[in-house]
């Protein structure tokens, strides 16, 4: 398994993709929303979802821009705080498919185990999908 740290000290954000960006295969999409990770961009986080997509993680289903963004602004307000770490375990790509598994520390929540899986529809999320163990400190 080949593995990689990424320091996200100090950084605006965390998972994020412009939707001009997401418009090639689904290893440019899996490539521009790790770059993007660490650039904390809420409107590129948004820009990548299809107006009619739906996040679905445990207990919640989020099928509106206004959720989404709140949960975006959510995830880049946690993690862009100081001494955040974070390190992607795997990365699976396959058509129009594309699955992170990660792990990470915020000054909040260790989160021992996350994934993130995203459907793709004309190069724009679909679907996605999230999960994470985490333990709050």
Do not use: C
């Amino acid at each position: 398994m080949k593995r990689f740290f990424v320091p996200l000290a100090g950084l605006a954000g965390a998972i994020a993709l412009a939707g001009a960006a997401m418009a090639g295969s689904a290893e440019e999409f899996a490539a521009a929303r790790l770059a993007a990770f660490g650039k904390g961009d809420v409107a590129a986080l948004t820009a990548g979802y299809r107006p009619d997509a739906v996040i679905v993680m445990p207990g919640a289903v989020i099928d509106t821009p206004e959720g989404r963004r709140a949960m975006i602004e959510g995830i880049v307000s946690e993690f862009a705080q100081p001494g955040v770490t974070f390190e992607l375990l795997s990365q699976t790509v396959g058509r129009d498919v594309v699955e992170f598994t990660w792990k990470a520390e915020t000054p909040a929540n260790v989160y021992l185990f996350g994934t993130d899986t995203y459907v793709l529809e004309d190069g724009m999320i679909r679907v996605h999908t999230v999960a994470t163990a985490t333990t709050p400190k």
